[in-house]
């Protein structure tokens, strides 16, 4: 299946939150672009609009205004069923927390996106298996969550993420709960994984060493998106 060229083409997006204490505007005409493949790390501080970005362009939470078009179609024109459906089977996410059911296995875990379409076929499983191997956790397939580390949790919070070939990947600072060491293979797998599945990324983090190794980089200040300018990655 080819995707389109463009993933995500977002135009004067604005998102208010209406409070008791009056309506805050989190996201101020937010403009981007993002290409089939492309890789954007975004950076702010805590309060500047990220995770609100991350759930209106994921499409788990609507837009005040402005316009939204995942692989050419436009979010505003869907019910809340074609909403599910997109969610369900054209973008993936991966939270900071990892969200693992306890008492199912590793292998059920990175199926449990496919039950909603309607269960799992031999095709599925195989493929569980092979992200899960490309992961380095061939060895913990009949594993609970509880019998792993926190860095194995998120590299199998990814795979659950990835089981659908999702369009766009969408990852909220998913290794805040990680020491250094796992926070950085976390990094690379989510940068080369999306590489190696033609999936679009947009990684929240706070970590600007992270932000650093990702072909695009933009900061969220006050609900404004700024990219900054491309630098060469550094190997
Ligand atoms: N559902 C909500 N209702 C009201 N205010 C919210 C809601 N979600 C987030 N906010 C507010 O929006 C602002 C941005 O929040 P968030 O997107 O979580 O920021 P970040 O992820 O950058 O820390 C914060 O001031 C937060 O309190
Ligand atoms: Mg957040």
Same mark, same amino acid.
């Given at each position: 299946?080819?995707?389109?060229?463009? #993933?995500?083409?977002?135009?004067?997006?604005?998102?208010?939150?209406?409070?008791?204490?009056?309506?805050?505007?989190?996201?101020? @005409?937010?403009? %981007?672009? /993002?290409?089939?493949? $492309?890789?954007?790390?975004?950076? *702010?501080?805590?309060?500047?609009?990220?995770?609100?970005? /991350?759930?209106?362009?994921?499409?788990? $939470?609507?837009?005040?205004?402005?316009?939204? +078009?995942? %692989?050419?179609?436009?979010? !505003?024109?869907? #019910? $809340?069923?074609?909403?599910? $459906?997109?969610?369900?089977?054209?973008?993936?996410?991966?939270?900071? +927390?990892?969200?693992? %059911?306890?008492?199912? #296995?590793?292998?059920? @875990?990175?199926?449990?996106?496919?039950?909603?379409?309607? *269960?799992?076929?031999?095709?599925?499983?195989?493929?569980?298996?092979? %992200?899960?191997?490309?992961? *380095?956790?061939?060895?913990?397939?009949?594993?609970? &969550?509880?019998?792993?580390?926190?860095?194995?949790?998120?590299?199998? =919070?990814?795979?659950?993420?990835?089981? !659908?070939?999702?369009?766009? /990947?969408? =990852?909220?600072? &998913?290794?805040?709960?990680?020491?250094?060491? !796992? =926070?950085?293979?976390?990094?690379?797998?989510?940068?080369? /994984?999306?590489?190696?599945? *033609?999936?679009?990324?947009?990684?929240?983090?706070?970590?600007? +060493?992270? =932000?650093?190794?990702?072909?695009?980089?933009?900061?969220?200040?006050?609900?404004?998106?700024?990219?900054?300018?491309?630098?060469?990655?550094?190997?």
């Amino acid at each position: 299946m080819t995707e389109p060229v463009v #993933t995500l083409a977002v135009q004067d997006l604005v998102k208010n939150y209406v409070t008791a204490t009056g309506t805050l505007t989190v996201l101020k @005409n937010v403009n %981007l672009r /993002l290409n089939r493949g $492309e890789a954007m790390a975004v950076t *702010g501080p805590s309060g500047s609009g990220k995770s609100s970005l /991350l759930f209106v362009l994921g499409a788990m $939470e609507l837009p005040t205004s402005g316009q939204i +078009e995942l %692989l050419g179609q436009r979010l !505003n024109g869907l #019910t $809340e069923t074609q909403l599910a $459906e997109l969610r369900q089977q054209r973008i993936g996410f991966v939270f900071q +927390e990892h969200h693992l %059911l306890p008492q199912c #296995t590793v292998l059920e @875990n990175v199926l449990i996106p496919l039950l909603a379409g309607g *269960g799992t076929k031999p095709d599925d499983v195989e493929r569980a298996q092979q %992200l899960l191997d490309r992961v *380095g956790l061939q060895d913990r397939f009949d594993h609970r &969550p509880s019998q792993l580390s926190g860095g194995e949790r998120q590299r199998v =919070a990814v795979c659950r993420a990835l089981i !659908n070939q999702p369009a766009l /990947l969408l =990852a909220d600072e &998913p290794t805040g709960n990680l020491d250094r060491t !796992n =926070a950085d293979s976390i990094g690379s797998l989510l940068l080369d /994984l999306s590489r190696d599945t *033609g999936s679009s990324l947009i990684c929240v983090t706070h970590s600007t +060493e992270l =932000a650093a190794r990702f072909p695009r980089h933009a900061d969220l200040r006050d609900g404004v998106l700024h990219e900054l300018t491309a630098v060469a990655p550094t190997k």
